[in-house]
C-alpha cells in the first residue's frame, strides 16, 4: 500500500471539510459534563495569520476529538467525576489507571486548546499594566520573551505546546511540553501559550514552523491575556 505524506493527508481532509462531507464532531460530541465551546470568534478572524480553514479543522475536529474522549470516560471518573478539570489534571496519579493516559491526553487537550481560542483573535501589540510589568520582571520583557518563546517552540520535537506558567504568587515561567501536557499537571496555571503540532500551521507554514511561531504573535489577544493574569492572581484561573 502506498504511503501519503502528511501534506497530502491534511489537505485531503481540507478539502472534505470544505466540500462539506464531513460535518463537525462537536456536533456529534456524545452527551456528558465535558462541553465544547464555540470559538469566540469567526473561522477567518486570525487571517492571514492563521487560515481559516485550519481554524475549522484545529477547533471542530481535533478538539472536539479530545471532547468526545473525556466524555467516553467521564463514567468512570468514580469520585473525581464532579471535579473541574484543572483540578482532576492536578491529581492525576489519583485518576483509575485504566483512563489516566485518556485523561493526560484528552484532558490537557481540552484544557490547552480552551485556552488556546481564548487568547487568540486579537491584533498583537503589547501587553498592559501589571501583566506588562511581570513580563518585564520574570521574563525579560516582551522582545526576549517571544525570542526565547519561539526558540523554545521551535525545539518541541513532535507535537506539544510551548507555554508561559503563572504561579499562585504571579511569577511567570517559560515551559515547553510535550504532547498535549500542561503546566496544570504540575501545580501551575498556563496563562498562555501556543500550540506547535503541526495541525495547527501545516496548510499555511507547511514544515515551516518558525514563521508560525513568528507570525503567531499578530494574532494574540492581549486584552485577555490581562485578563487572565488577573484572574491568576486572585486564584480563580482554572484552564
Known sequence: ???ADRRTVITGLAAVVAGGFVRPAFAQAPAGPFKLDPLPYANNKNEPHIDAMTMEIH??????????????????????ANMPLNEILAKLNEVPEA?????????GGHANH????????????????DLNAAIDRDLGGLAKLQEQFNAAGGRVFGSGWVFVSV???GKLALVSKPNQD????DGLMALMG??????????????????????????????????????????????
Open 1 to 3: 500500500m502506498l504511503r
Open 59 to 80: 477547533h471542530d475536529r481535533h478538539h472536539a476529538a479530545f471532547v468526545n474522549n473525556l466524555n467516553g470516560v467521564a463514567n468512570q471518573l468514580g469520585g473525581m
Open 99 to 107: 483512563i489516566r493516559t485518556t485523561m493526560r491526553n484528552s484532558g
Open 114 to 129: 480552551s485556552m488556546f481560542w481564548q487568547i487568540m483573535g486579537g491584533a498583537g501589540g503589547e501587553p498592559k499594566g
Open 167 to 169: 504561579s499562585k504568587d
Open 182 to 185: 500542561t503546566p496544570i499537571m
Open 194 to 239: 501556543n500550540d506547535v503540532w503541526e495541525h495547527a500551521y501545516y496548510l499555511k507554514y507547511q514544515n515551516r514552523r518558525a514563521d508560525y511561531l513568528k507570525s503567531w504573535w499578530n494574532v494574540v489577544n492581549w486584552n485577555k491575556v490581562e485578563e487572565r493574569y488577573a484572574a491568576a492572581r486572585a486564584g480563580t484561573l482554572a484552564i
